[in-house]
């Protein structure tokens, strides 16, 4: 379940955060820990507008921390979730 | 979220609230009716505040009220003054009210709900006031509204300069201004109605209109600078997606027989977006 902070950002009853910040970028947010992510929009096959996404994009957090590969799938499900509740799909580049 | 429905104004350089309502009826706001609707809808809110003495009790009607009436009250709310009716509600009176819910769902801004002065209840002196960096400057627009300010600014470009650009990252905007500076050429954002656009900033947690919206609009804009391209239309470009935007771009190229063919010139062979 997500509520929407405001028209560009939503909290999922989990605790994260996905907030757009700019125009190529949306901030996943986990308590105090942040991964700014950069997008490119796209076009899904059907005509939904997509964020595309880089496959590194969750290897680490902001501050250095590294990310192990269970932990970026789990974000990474997360931000394609809440970006879903959005109405935009999520693409990752190469995949 | 509701789509973006409340109605504007525009001033001489910078659009503001006038707590309008647009139901699709009324014709593109011009300076000419600025006036006027500010008059009129000033009227109308203290039309319905006059007869009450409770700002609060006429609050709590309000949320009853259609939600084309509360767009407007919304509007008025999140614009420069609340004035009689509300005027001496508390801050978390305001911030949680049905009222500004409401409103909200009617698609005016008041999530970022920061008040100002606001003092004792049915104070008559004190003005309530949002602070003004809160209020999108496009607060109020439709899509449509954004589009046509865009095309009407201009989203042409001379004959063999179009330049566009994709999968450059985050600084997309500044490589390739940069490269049309060095070598020739105009990006959208070089154009007058992409450069407005540009600053309007339509994305982030203050954007008056969902991402989606904020989406279509980049891309019909896009879109539209290319169908007014012509000759030859050159590309510097990153590591692009097969959903991007960009193959859009493509497309309409085709499809624009003024437009004789297009060099792409991979401008950072190496470059990764976000790295």
């Known amino acids: 379940m997500f509520k929407w902070l ?3 950002g939503v909290q999922s009853d989990k605790g994260y955060i996905v907030q757009v910040t700019g125009r190529f970028t949306i901030e996943y947010r986990e308590k105090n820990k942040v991964i700014e992510v950069y997008v490119e929009p796209g076009i899904l096959d059907n005509g939904r507008f997509c964020t595309i996404i880089e496959p590194h994009a969750f290897h680490k957090w902001d501050d250095g921390t590294p990310i192990n590969k269970d ?5 990474l499900k997360n931000f394609t979730d809440a970006m879903e509740f959005q109405n935009i799909g999520v693409v990752v580049h190469g995949e | 979220m509701p789509d973006f429905n409340i109605g504007i104004s525009y001033s001489d350089t ?16 011009n300076i000419k009716s600025h006036h006027h609707h500010h008059h009129k809808h000033k009227s109308k809110l203290e039309e319905y505040g006059k007869p009450i003495a409770g700002g609060l009790i006429l609050l709590a009607g309000i949320a009853l009220l259609p939600e ?27 911030a949680n009210s049905a009222f500004v819910q409401a409103a909200t769902r009617a698609g005016a801004i008041v999530s970022s709900g920061k008040y100002l002065n606001i003092h004792s209840i049915f104070s008559k ?8 960096n809160e209020i999108h400057p496009l607060s109020g627009w439709t899509v449509k509204q954004v589009l046509s300010k865009a095309e009407q ?21 500044k490589l390739s201004r940069e490269f ?20 309007m900033d339509l994305f982030g947690p203050n954007s008056p209109v969902s991402f989606s919206e904020a989406m279509l609009i980049w891309k019909r804009v896009s879109l539209l600078t290319v169908r007014n391209a012509s000759g030859q239309v050159r590309a510097v470009i990153g590591q692009v997606s097969p959903k991007s935007i960009y193959n ?9 027989p003024k437009i004789t063919g297009i060099d792409e010139l991979q401008l950072r062979p190496r470059f990764v977006a976000g790295r």
């Open chain 2, 180 to 199: 049309a500076e060095a070598n020739g050429g105009m990006t959208l954002e070089m154009t007058r109605g992409g450069a407005w656009l540009d600053k």
């Open chain 1, 6 to 8: 405001n028209k560009q």
């Open chain 2, 68 to 94: 084309a009436v509360l767009a407007t009250m919304g509007s008025i709310i999140t614009g420069v003054t609340i004035g009689p009716i509300v005027e001496g509600a508390t801050l978390d009176y305001l």
């Open chain 2, 125 to 132: 002196t004190k003005s309530t006031q949002i602070i003004s």
């Open chain 2, 248 to 256: 859009a771009e493509l497309r309409e190229i085709l499809s624009n």
């Open chain 2, 14 to 29: 910078t659009p503001r609230f006038t707590g309008a309502t647009n139901n699709g009826l009324r014709p593109m706001p």
């Open chain 1, 71 to 75: 932990r970026q799938m789990e974000i």
């Open chain 2, 153 to 173: 600014l201009g989203l042409e470009t001379p004959k063999d300069s179009l330049l566009l650009w994709s999968g450059l990252g985050s600084s997309g905007v």
